[in-house]
């Protein structure tokens, strides 16, 4: 009976994480839910993708995408979106957006970039077996 239920424990906290996506595998957002930024100077842009997870966890609410405060993205799982960003030292961030629980549920996650003029990133946005949202570099 302790196996039955520590097996039961850990496909229940297995189901509690989302599952990467790879960009090659990602659907790209549609373009009313992209909003990008303003750069001038097309010299000094840089790219970041951002890649969302799918999962059934936060399944049902837009992932808002951040850059410097700014939401440039909302992401459903299984997602991604390329934003033209300004080079330089840049922070990027993910959180639930929407009204209700979408809103509420998970509070926003940041992260320090530096990028080149030039230069491409990736990003993965995720839940996390403890239910918490995360935006972390990905090779994928």
Do not use: H, W
């Not at 996506?21 to 930024?37: F, I, K, N, Q």
């Not at 700014?70 to 929407?98: M, N």
């Amino acid at each position: 009976m302790k196996k039955l239920f520590g097996a039961l424990l850990l496909v229940a906290m297995a189901g509690c994480s989302s599952s990467p996506v790879s960009l090659s595998e990602a659907t790209p957002a549609p373009r009313d839910r992209v909003y990008g930024m303003q750069i001038p100077d097309s010299a000094q842009r840089a790219s970041i993708t951002f890649v969302r997870d799918s999962g059934y966890v936060g399944g049902g609410c837009d992932m808002g995408i951040y850059v410097n405060s700014k939401l440039v993205a909302r992401l459903q799982t299984g997602e991604k979106a390329a934003i033209a960003v300004p080079a330089g030292q840049l922070i990027v961030g993910a959180g639930g957006v929407g009204d209700g629980l979408c809103g509420a549920s998970a509070s926003r996650r940041e992260r320090d970039v530096t990028i080149s003029a030039g230069e491409s990133k990736n990003y993965r946005i995720f839940i996390s077996g403890s239910g918490d949202v995360d935006i972390l570099p990905t090779t994928m």
